[in-house]
């Protein structure tokens, strides 16, 4: 609800599932999109990231992600110029973040999981796009790059057979909780295989649909 005192990510995600809804003409409410847009905006940080409980970086990305297809979508509430502000802060930290390796530096419970290299490169995709029409070619192939460079990273895992949704090199079939009997080990029960390889396609299919714009 509006003016908890712990952020909710999920929020975000369902404000962008409204805006969504608006977008594509099946219905969506307005006033919810922008009473929870305002609400969240409580939770950026003096450089545009959003403080997640325990601030794991990917709970970060994932959040502004779900703010720029808001965005996207053509979000135009009395909040949409603060969501750019933030958004806009946040962009010279976003290129900092990825290492020689096309890595960010994860934390919480998505560690080393594939999906992180594909928001990263959606939230990328993004900023390349906004700055490409603004004629900032400089900037835009910047972010272009860091997208490329965080995708390329991640062949050689999607190359191997079987393939796993995560580095560590557990069977993928650990992590299933109920599902399996081996449910604690490589990952938390949540984050199998099934869930967080759709989510790792719905990463990129972002990023690709930001390409586009």
Not at 31 to 57: C, H, I, S, T
Not at 58 to 83: C, K, N
Not at 113 to 124: E, R
Request: aromatic share 16%.
């Amino acid at each position: 609800r509006v003016g908890e005192r712990i952020a909710r990510n999920w929020v975000v995600f369902a404000a962008a599932s409204e805006q969504a809804r608006i977008y594509y003409g099946v219905g969506g409410n307005p006033a919810f999109v922008e009473k929870y847009v305002k609400d969240q905006l409580r939770w950026f940080d003096a450089n545009g990231m959003y403080k997640d409980p325990n601030q794991p970086v990917v709970y970060d990305f994932v959040t502004r992600l779900q703010f720029m297809h808001i965005l996207d979508w053509g979000f135009d509430g009395p909040s949409r110029a603060e969501v750019e502000a933030q958004l806009e802060k946040s962009a010279e930290p976003t290129l900092a973040m990825l290492s020689a390796c096309g890595e960010i530096p994860y934390g919480g419970r998505s560690n080393q999981f594939l999906h992180n290299h594909t928001f990263y490169a959606a939230v990328c995709a993004w900023y390349a796009a906004r700055y490409a029409k603004r004629g900032d070619a400089a900037k835009a192939g910047r972010f272009a790059a860091a997208a490329r460079q965080a995708m390329d990273a991640i062949l050689p895992w999607l190359a191997e057979t079987p393939v796993s949704h995560v580095k560590n090199r557990y069977p993928r079939e650990t992590g299933k909780g109920v599902y399996s009997e081996k449910g604690d080990m490589g990952c938390e029960r949540y984050a199998y295989f099934d869930k967080y390889m759709v989510t790792m396609g719905s990463w990129a299919m972002s990023g690709w649909c930001f390409s586009k714009n």
